[in-house]
């Protein structure tokens, strides 16, 4: 038996899980199957975490949000990133963090690619895959675009997605704090909203009226 389910002996109606990656996955499922909507805080999880996390979602008619990152001006980027994208056709991702933070790309880059392939996925003019020198050097492919992760210290967690066209740039960046301040306000808006979804829904703007 998962262990959560022990601990899970009352009716919860919203679980929250703010782990880590190896451990969020196998949580949020025993979370579902005990009758509870999840909002999902936990960056690392994989697409196709998120595909089987929808299938079992969708059989217990409960809501799963996936949160890259709580504060409402990453909200606000990812938004002006995807007015962006749809008349940008190259950009590329830097994703900062502390550096003890193990998972690569974060949550919040993860989505932030993810989002943006939508408008349509980057064209760069020298395909990544005829790179000469050293590959790795042009960063990790995330739907279609380049994402580079750097881990240091001095940065809590910061996001960046650079757009380029001949003879203008645009930079989109969002950087947090040490305190947790920016992060309460999006996570109460989706513990009290999640009940409101089927199956999983990524980011805090699908309960927004953007």
Do not use: C
């Amino acid at each position: 038996m998962h262990p959560l389910r022990k601990r899970l002996r009352g009716r919860s109606d919203v679980f929250v899980e703010y782990t880590k990656p190896d451990s969020a996955k196998a949580n949020v499922l025993a979370a579902l199957e005990h009758g509870a909507h999840v909002v999902v805080g936990t960056s690392g999880l994989t697409e196709q975490d998120y595909a089987e996390i929808d299938i079992a979602a969708r059989r217990h008619a409960r809501g799963v949000l996936g949160v890259g990152n709580f504060a409402l001006t990453v909200v606000l980027m990812q938004k002006f990133a995807e007015m962006a994208a749809k008349l940008i056709p190259q950009w590329e991702i830097i994703d900062y963090a502390h550096d003890d933070k193990v998972d690569a790309p974060s949550g919040t880059a993860r989505e932030l690619a993810a989002r943006l392939s939508r408008a349509h996925r980057p064209e760069p003019t020298v395909p990544v895959e005829q790179t000469t020198g050293e590959r790795a050097a042009r960063g990790a492919t995330l739907a279609g675009a380049q994402v580079h992760s750097v881990r240091l210290p001095g940065f809590v967690i910061s996001a960046e997605v650079i757009f380029g066209m001949p003879d203008q740039r645009l930079s989109i960046r969002h950087d947090s704090g040490s305190s947790a301040r920016p992060y309460v306000d999006g996570a109460l808006l989706a513990i009290r909203r999640v009940s409101t979804l089927v199956g999983v829904h990524r980011g805090l703007d699908t309960i927004l009226n953007l």
